[in-house]
């Protein structure tokens, strides 16, 4: 029976389509409240408690966790890991926020064009959602007539995808993911500060102000998740016989506190199960390229014009619309900006390294008075 480590050391798996596919039920999920305001009931969230689009993001961190994991591992460096990283994450919502500030803002703003471009709010957009700390998610006199104005609500997740990128790296560093009980270690720290904060949360009313922390938790979990797959892939079988009793443990826990953890470890054994179910199809599709990222980047600005452009517009005629639109543009960010940005993945470090080398010998010639 092959484990998930014999299934991972294989290049064909269906995780390309997942991800399109998570990134499709964020567009159809934003489309409720983008269409008819922030009191639309999404899909699945008045009867699961989880709307389609949050579990189109523990999708999407779990699956992260896992070959984000894999990615450090076989990364010579950390230099290498952040490199590969940065050049996944960057060029793509850099031109997306450029688009959004000095395309679609001129064209759609209620200002005039000097007052809009005098605006200092425009200039921390770009500053801000590019450090991706206090992100911005409007931009001056741009869809405040819309049902739910913003300009690109789901560039949130982006800050809580890179601080768990750089906590694999930090675990990467120490060897965690080789042999002995240190990543074991990890994992109990981390259960025992999940359960405490949670508790916490359910016993006092300041926590509730920490909502940087409460989002860490609840997304980190789905991640973490996928690292632990990654860690002991080699021990865990792939059959669907695994995620039954995770089912019937989740429907056990329904409407209760402990739901949501109970459904992510269900549903994170699921994706890896549908994953590494490999099919022709999927295999296909592979061939095409990662769209999931420009769709989810890009979704979200092209249905706030469909929402300013078509007055009253409702979700259905909203999905069908934006969802061939976004497609183009993730297909041109995918072939022009991002694969091409991940080709050089490899000389981008190597000059970085050489950079990180010059700078440490001339502040080592500095303090010896030679330079």
Same mark, same amino acid.
């Given at each position: 029976m092959n484990t998930l480590g014999d299934l991972a050391s294989r290049r064909n798996n269906n995780f390309n389509l997942i991800r399109m596919l998570a990134a499709t039920a964020v567009l159809i999920s934003h489309s409720y409240p983008l269409a008819q305001g922030d009191t639309a009931v999404e899909p699945l969230s008045s009867w699961l408690g989880i709307s389609l689009g949050e579990l189109a993001v523990i999708t999407f961190f779990c699956v992260s966790g896992f070959f984000i994991s894999l990615s450090r591992d076989r990364a010579p460096s950390n230099l290498d890991f952040f490199s590969a990283r940065f050049l996944r994450i960057y060029p793509g919502l850099t031109l997306v926020l450029l688009l959004s500030v000095?395309?679609?803002?001129?064209?759609?703003?209620?200002?005039?064009?000097?007052?809009?471009?005098?605006?200092?709010?425009?200039?921390?957009?770009?500053?801000?959602?590019?450090?991706?700390?206090?992100?911005k998610f409007q931009l001056p006199g741009l869809f405040a007539d819309n049902p739910w104005p913003g300009i690109n609500g789901s560039l949130w997740t982006l800050f809580y995808e890179v601080t768990l990128y750089i906590l694999v790296g930090v675990l990467g560093a120490f060897a965690f993911y080789g042999r002995g009980p240190r990543f074991a270690v990890f994992l109990l720290i981390y259960a025992v500060a999940y359960v405490a904060f949670k508790a916490l949360l359910a016993n006092t009313t300041w926590l509730n102000e920490l909502h940087r922390a409460q989002f860490f938790f609840t997304w980190s979990l789905p991640f973490v998740l996928g690292m632990s797959l990654y860690r002991y892939r080699q021990h865990i079988q792939h059959r669907f016989v695994w995620f039954l009793p995770l089912a019937a443990l989740a429907g056990w826990a329904y409407q209760t506190a402990f739901f949501f953890e109970c459904f992510v470890f269900a549903w994170t054994y699921l994706i890896f199960y549908l994953g590494f179910a490999t099919h022709r199809v999927a295999d296909r599709y592979n061939e095409l390229g990662d769209y999931s990222y420009g769709v989810y980047i890009y979704a979200f600005p092209v249905q706030e014009?469909?929402?300013?452009?078509?007055?009253?517009?409702?979700?259905?005629?909203?999905?069908?619309?934006?969802?061939?639109?976004?497609?183009? =543009? $993730?297909? @041109?960010?995918?072939? #022009?900006?991002?694969?091409? /940005?991940?080709?050089?993945?490899?000389?981008? =470090? $190597?000059? @970085?390294?050489?950079? #990180?080398?010059?700078?440490? /010998?001339?502040w080592a010639g500095t303090r010896k008075g030679t330079v």
């Amino acid at each position: 029976m092959n484990t998930l480590g014999d299934l991972a050391s294989r290049r064909n798996n269906n995780f390309n389509l997942i991800r399109m596919l998570a990134a499709t039920a964020v567009l159809i999920s934003h489309s409720y409240p983008l269409a008819q305001g922030d009191t639309a009931v999404e899909p699945l969230s008045s009867w699961l408690g989880i709307s389609l689009g949050e579990l189109a993001v523990i999708t999407f961190f779990c699956v992260s966790g896992f070959f984000i994991s894999l990615s450090r591992d076989r990364a010579p460096s950390n230099l290498d890991f952040f490199s590969a990283r940065f050049l996944r994450i960057y060029p793509g919502l850099t031109l997306v926020l450029l688009l959004s500030v000095f395309l679609i803002g001129p064209l759609f703003t209620t200002l005039g064009t000097l007052e809009y471009f005098r605006s200092g709010a425009i200039y921390s957009y770009l500053s801000n959602n590019l450090m991706l700390f206090s992100m911005k998610f409007q931009l001056p006199g741009l869809f405040a007539d819309n049902p739910w104005p913003g300009i690109n609500g789901s560039l949130w997740t982006l800050f809580y995808e890179v601080t768990l990128y750089i906590l694999v790296g930090v675990l990467g560093a120490f060897a965690f993911y080789g042999r002995g009980p240190r990543f074991a270690v990890f994992l109990l720290i981390y259960a025992v500060a999940y359960v405490a904060f949670k508790a916490l949360l359910a016993n006092t009313t300041w926590l509730n102000e920490l909502h940087r922390a409460q989002f860490f938790f609840t997304w980190s979990l789905p991640f973490v998740l996928g690292m632990s797959l990654y860690r002991y892939r080699q021990h865990i079988q792939h059959r669907f016989v695994w995620f039954l009793p995770l089912a019937a443990l989740a429907g056990w826990a329904y409407q209760t506190a402990f739901f949501f953890e109970c459904f992510v470890f269900a549903w994170t054994y699921l994706i890896f199960y549908l994953g590494f179910a490999t099919h022709r199809v999927a295999d296909r599709y592979n061939e095409l390229g990662d769209y999931s990222y420009g769709v989810y980047i890009y979704a979200f600005p092209v249905q706030e014009i469909l929402a300013h452009q078509i007055k009253g517009i409702g979700p259905v005629s909203m999905m069908l619309v934006a969802f061939p639109i976004v497609l183009i =543009a $993730a297909m @041109l960010s995918w072939h #022009f900006v991002e694969k091409p /940005a991940m080709s050089r993945r490899h000389t981008f =470090a $190597a000059h @970085l390294t050489a950079s #990180f080398h010059s700078l440490k /010998a001339y502040w080592a010639g500095t303090r010896k008075g030679t330079v």
